[in-house]
């Protein structure tokens, strides 16, 4: 019942009540889809500074297990999602602030999957399937290097054979440009204290920017109960959504995730 009463008063609140608006303008521009609309409220909430912290955003059907290269399955999902993250990315570039660093360095821009799909065709098809061995994402803003590619895989897409970087490593990283240190941050779980991390998980050195990342400062969060996984709400308050982030900060992150169903 609290997270339905949270959802009711964010939605009722006549603060948040603008920052569901957009111009017909951007719609066109974001590509006028529901992921280029939630792009544009993301985009709002980070820009009205009212407390939000995390963002989550959705894009469905990417379940290609079959007939791949139709109309209606991977050039339609590109479509949709090419625009609505460009434009995303290129506002928050261009909103500045007084001291001269843009709404982007202060946020981190995550886009990733569940997995990989494999690089040979299912069941004769024109398929792919899930496939646990490789797969990419990309981060933007946030204390990242730009223009980076990180890791490899063999010609055939089927093994990561330069630079693996595990989930482990990836939360890691991610906290750590979230001023974070993942090996003192716990939570406690049936009466033990638990990393996100679990016991490994080293930070990619090699994809942080020249002042060796981290979005700036200072750093406020609060942990909440460990079953309640994301928080974001233009009030501080708590919502809860999928991921991987029991915290509130006082900067930002998005988390796009592209989904198969």
């Given at each position: 019942?609290?997270?339905?009463?949270?959802?009711?008063?964010?939605?009722?609140?006549p603060?948040?009540?603008?920052?569901?608006?957009?111009?017909?303008?951007?719609?066109?521009?974001?590509?006028?889809?529901?992921?280029?609309?939630a792009?544009?409220?993301?985009?709002?909430?980070?820009?009205?500074?009212?407390g939000?912290r995390?963002?989550?955003?959705?894009?469905?059907?990417?379940?290609?297990?079959?007939?791949?290269?139709?109309?209606n399955?991977?050039?339609?999902?590109?479509?949709?999602?090419?625009?609505?993250?460009?434009n995303?990315?290129?506002?928050?570039?261009?909103?500045?602030?007084?001291?001269?660093?843009?709404?982007?360095d202060?946020?981190?821009?995550?886009?990733?999957?569940?997995?990989?799909?494999?690089?040979?065709?299912?069941?004769?098809?024109?398929?792919?399937?899930h496939?646990?061995?490789?797969?990419?994402?990309?981060?933007?803003?946030?204390?990242?290097?730009?223009?980076?590619?990180?890791?490899?895989?063999?010609?055939?897409?089927?093994?990561?054979?330069?630079?693996?970087?595990?989930?482990?490593?990836?939360?890691?990283?991610?906290?750590?440009?979230?001023?974070?240190?993942?090996?003192?941050?716990?939570?406690?779980?049936?009466?033990?204290?638990?990393?996100?991390?679990?016991?490994a998980?080293?930070?990619?050195?090699?994809?942080?920017?020249?002042?060796?990342?981290?979005?700036p400062?200072?750093y406020?969060f609060?942990?909440?109960?460990?079953?309640?996984?994301?928080?974001?709400?233009?009030?501080?308050?708590?919502?809860?959504?999928?991921?991987?982030f029991?915290l509130?900060?006082?900067e930002?992150?998005?988390?796009?995730?592209?989904?198969?169903?």
């Amino acid at each position: 019942n609290d997270h339905y009463e949270s959802a009711v008063r964010l939605l009722s609140d006549p603060r948040t009540a603008p920052l569901f608006q957009m111009s017909k303008e951007d719609k066109a521009r974001y590509g006028g889809t529901d992921v280029g609309d939630a792009c544009i409220i993301a985009r709002n909430l980070i820009e009205a500074d009212a407390g939000t912290r995390f963002i989550f955003l959705l894009h469905r059907d990417w379940d290609h297990h079959s007939n791949i290269y139709t109309r209606n399955n991977i050039y339609k999902r590109s479509e949709e999602l090419d625009p609505a993250l460009s434009n995303l990315l290129e506002d928050l570039a261009s909103r500045k602030r007084a001291n001269g660093t843009s709404l982007l360095d202060e946020t981190l821009v995550i886009a990733v999957g569940e997995f990989g799909r494999t690089p040979m065709v299912q069941g004769g098809s024109d398929g792919r399937d899930h496939h646990n061995r490789c797969f990419s994402f990309w981060l933007a803003g946030g204390g990242v290097k730009r223009g980076h590619v990180h890791g490899e895989t063999d010609d055939l897409g089927f093994n990561v054979v330069r630079d693996p970087v595990h989930v482990n490593d990836l939360n890691a990283t991610l906290l750590y440009l979230l001023g974070f240190d993942h090996k003192k941050l716990t939570y406690r779980v049936q009466g033990l204290d638990m990393r996100l991390t679990g016991i490994a998980g080293n930070v990619v050195d090699g994809i942080l920017g020249r002042r060796g990342g981290r979005i700036p400062g200072p750093y406020r969060f609060s942990l909440h109960a460990p079953e309640v996984t994301e928080v974001w709400h233009p009030l501080g308050e708590q919502l809860r959504l999928k991921s991987c982030f029991p915290l509130r900060l006082s900067e930002f992150a998005i988390i796009v995730t592209a989904r198969a169903w």
